[in-house]
């Protein structure tokens, strides 16, 4: 076979230009999913709920799933609604994260969609979802800024209307934002429950089983309250993709995140008899919605029970901060299990975009420029190589590493939509010691990086009495010679 | 986005009495899983090319050289993604030297982004067949959905958003099954797949070879 194509996109100049020239979207950032841009109230800060009040959400009154063409039900909207709490719950009911989601019955009315209605076809869907262009949405729809609904599509004939693949299990959107607070403000999603009819012909009518069908929405309700993808245990799907034949303990299946964006490597969670939040995602969650003093009744506060491991990952010269490098820090005690990670530059935008194509420069708008940027993520260069990870108390073990190349557009972990090699490698072996209610500074300088400037760009300007000109910086000594006194 | 594992009754899982139960997942290429695609942030099943191509009506290489949002003709709060391409290559179907589909846009940030189409993007697309409402989209979301890129010999290679990751699982089997033969050229490229970008020609040798078996829905 022949060798990796584009190793030239490793090199960090094709990545600039594609930054330059391409607008390159930047889905999800490792741990939170948004995070403010600038314009926004909360540039560089994660986009969560206002979890001061319940999170309330209403349920579609049909069926979960129902056989094709009208057939039996194959569970109903009763245990459609406890599968769908008990889901939530599992976020909700973390120890250290502020969190109320409540039930608040059935759908609102909202145009021609009945209160308490059954969303059976494309145009309900439509019509409780509300315009996504936003432009005149009705105020009770999702887009409207109205409810958070969730839907099911029983037999899958939504997904279809909207041309969707028979492949598509369901998804969660976030509707509107609070642009005043910078709080999330309205989201939704729906399932396809055709994956629970108990038919699979293996071409158009699939089937999960409930375990991977409620861990995948236990993945996208993690969306739905702001959380983004993780990457730990990667090299089971490294081992996969290479043909390799691969163990998932116990462990290596308790330790991959929910968020992770591959489920079913491992068996489901449920299966194998393990928690179904890991600890990445336990302490994510917590971090976004950190339960404080007073901590009420059942729950811990946040201070009490995590530290934060914080720092810089930089280049080899020490100065360069690089982005989009995976750090996890992994316990001393079952590295493979208690693990968390972040994304350096997480808080930092994937495309900042330029001005200079724009036909006025000086006045730039989306539709005269072609990369505006990327609404999301902060402009501040001190956030580029940043990274954040809550942590238990404990020792821990770091480790750098890439962004798995294929986890892109939609799968992204981290900033960048389209990952990039990590530029060097990190010394292996270092420990750091993490206490509750404390922050643990540790940068990363990797070993092995790319010069910062190649020998062409590493120039001085000689001026007057000559011709004003560049040189590179080898040629100087020659060119200080033929220099005028 | 994720995908779970489709079936798990293709996994041979042994348990091993020792302090750890290991399930030994055989042949990684036949592992099924859910992953997480681009539209929406939308879960999807697993597929391999096989499956893709047979579900899909259209299958062309070709440049983007239009991407416009407007709404959709009937559903006017449907906002949809209109993609043209000037066709290459047709793999499948009879698209004619320029093809449009549309997609349906659920998520705000898909408007914004316009779902990742840009006009001048080098892509193969997996295509289904446009519903009647004239919605499309690539099979298995973006499983059908290849980036061409050239590497400095020349050559083109393509890659799907998760890498090509399954995309060969069971692949020579299903072929032998349904009475077809792996082209030459593709045989280590499903023998020993690799993660990353895959090789456009070996991938089109496949895609005409199952398209060839298979009926057009």
Request: proline share 9%; with cysteine; net charge neutral.
């Amino acid at each position: 076979m022949n060798p990796p194509p584009h190793q030239f996109l490793r090199q960090a100049s094709a990545l600039v230009i594609a930054l330059l020239l391409f607008p390159l979207p930047a889905t999800f950032a490792g741990g939170p999913l948004y995070v403010g841009g600038p314009g926004t109230v909360i540039p560089g800060i994660p986009y969560v709920w206002d979890n001061s009040q319940p999170i309330i959400y209403r349920v579609d009154s049909g069926p979960l799933s129902q056989k094709p063409n009208g057939g039996p039900i194959v569970i109903d909207n009763a245990h459609g609604l406890t599968r769908v709490q008990n889901l939530f719950n599992s976020w909700s009911a973390l120890p250290t994260a502020k969190l109320t989601i409540t039930n608040a019955g059935g759908l609102l009315a909202v145009g021609s969609f009945p209160a308490n209605g059954d969303v059976k076809t494309a145009n309900d869907f439509l019509t409780v979802t509300g315009e996504v262009a936003g432009q005149n949405p009705d105020p009770n729809s999702c887009y409207g800024g109205g409810q958070n609904p969730i839907m099911f599509d029983s037999d899958g004939s939504i997904f279809d209307a909207l041309g969707l693949a028979p492949e598509v299990i369901g998804f969660a959107f976030v509707c509107t934002d609070n642009p005043a607070t910078g709080k999330l403000r309205t989201a939704g999603a729906i399932l396809n429950g055709r994956f629970q009819d108990g038919i699979n012909d293996n071409s158009y009518n699939f089937e999960l089983t409930s375990g991977q069908f409620d861990q995948a929405f236990t993945h996208e309700f993690g969306h739905f309250l702001g959380l983004g993808h993780s990457q730990i245990n990667v090299d089971i799907l490294l081992k996969a993709v290479n043909n390799q034949s691969f163990a998932c303990g116990p462990d290596d299946t308790a330790g991959m995140p929910i968020m992770f964006p591959i489920i079913g490597l491992c068996p489901a969670k449920v299966t194998a008899g393990v928690p179904i939040l890991a600890v990445d995602d336990a302490a994510w969650m917590s971090k976004l919605y950190p339960v404080v003093s007073p901590a009420p009744a059942g729950k811990t506060t946040f201070a009490s029970a995590y530290g934060s491991l914080s720092g810089t990952v930089y280049f080899s010269d020490g100065v360069t901060p690089a982005q989009d490098v995976n750090i996890i820090a992994r316990n001393t005690n079952n590295s493979r299990r208690n693990a968390v990670s972040a994304v350096s530059g997480y808080l930092f935008t994937g495309n900042p975009g330029q001005t200079t194509t724009c036909v006025n420069p000086a006045a730039p708008t989306a539709d005269t420029c072609s990369n505006p940027g990327d609404p999301f993520g902060s402009r501040d260069p001190a956030l580029l190589g940043h990274f954040e990870i809550p942590l238990p108390p404990g020792t821990y073990t770091l480790s750098a590493e890439s962004v798995y190349e294929g986890f892109t557009g939609g799968s992204s972990v981290g900033p960048l939509d389209i990952p990039i090699p990590a530029p060097g490698t990190m010394t292996s072996g270092s420990t750091v010691t993490v206490t509750a209610g404390a922050t643990t500074t540790f940068n990363i300088t990797l070993q092995g990086t790319q010069p910062r400037f190649d020998s062409f760009e590493s120039a001085v300007l000689l001026s007057s009495p000559v011709p004003v000109r560049w040189l590179r910086r080898e040629m100087l000594p020659e060119a200080e010679e033929r220099l005028p006194a | 986005m994720q995908t779970t594992p489709a079936q798990r009754s293709s996994l041979l899982r042994i348990r091993f009495a020792r302090p750890f139960h290991y399930f030994i997942l055989v042949a990684a290429a036949f592992f099924p899983f859910l992953s997480a695609s681009a539209q929406s942030s939308a879960l999807t099943a697993s597929r391999n090319l096989r499956q893709l191509v047979t579900e899909s009506h259209t299958v062309i290489q070709g440049s983007v050289t239009s991407v416009v949002v407007q709404p959709h003709a009937q559903w006017h709060n449907l906002m949809t993604v209109v993609v043209t391409l000037q066709v290459e290559d047709a793999l499948r179907g009879t698209p004619g030297s320029t093809y449009t589909f549309a997609q349906a846009v659920i998520d705000r940030r898909d408007l914004q982004q316009k779902m990742g189409y840009r006009a001048g993007q080098h892509l193969l697309l997996i295509l289904l067949k446009p519903n009647v409402y004239g919605l499309s989209s690539p099979a298995g979301m973006e499983q059908g959905r290849f980036t061409i890129s050239s590497a400095k010999d020349g050559k083109s290679f393509v890659a799907n958003s998760i890498g090509n990751a399954g995309l060969f699982r069971g692949l020579d089997a299903d072929l032998t099954s349904s009475g077809l033969r792996l082209p030459a050229a593709a045989q280590e490229l499903v023998a020993q797949p690799k993660p990353g970008p895959i090789p456009l020609d070996q991938l089109k040798s496949l895609i005409r070879t199952i398209s060839a078996g298979s009926t057009v829905p």
